[in-house]
């Protein structure tokens, strides 16, 4: 069984930063893809950065660069450092495995039953 477990959410002041942390089990980068969404107020939820087993990291264009995903092979955990938040940046933030993570945004409804999907850890930005 695959288990994603996300922590390191929590509420932040706008321009400081937060580290998101995934631990996995049972699916690793030999397997496919591991990423980050996004569920937003409007229930759309969009790809915030995966990386594949060859290292490379894909990333929304809306980040401006502030974010970086890394993997642990060692622990298998997935962390996802967020630098300069902004209040646009407060989601539900989740931990998803697939065998490929594409770019973009969708209706959460539209792919939350494919792959698979952590718990999901809030992240909120006040001024």
């Known amino acids: 069984a695959v288990d994603l477990v996300e922590s390191g959410g929590g509420s932040v002041q706008a321009g400081g930063s937060l580290r998101l942390s995934c631990q996995a089990s049972?699916?690793?980068?030999?397997?496919?893809?591991m990423g980050w969404y996004r569920k937003t107020p409007d229930n759309q939820c969009e790809m915030v950065a995966s990386?594949?087993?060859?290292?490379?990291?894909y990333y929304s264009n809306s980040l401006e660069g502030r974010f970086t995903i890394s993997h642990d092979s060692a622990t298998n955990t997935l962390y996802l450092q967020m630098n300069s938040l902004k209040a646009e940046d407060a989601a539900v933030y989740f931990c998803?495995?697939?065998?490929?993570?594409?770019?973009?945004?969708?209706?959460?409804?539209?792919?939350?039953?494919?792959?698979?999907w952590g718990q999901g850890t809030q992240v909120n930005v006040f001024s």
């Open positions: 990386i594949g087993e060859d290292g490379r990291a």
């Open positions: 998803v495995a697939d065998h490929t993570i594409s770019p973009g945004t969708w209706p959460c409804g539209a792919i939350e039953g494919f792959g698979y």
């Open positions: 049972g699916f690793t980068l030999r397997d496919g893809d």
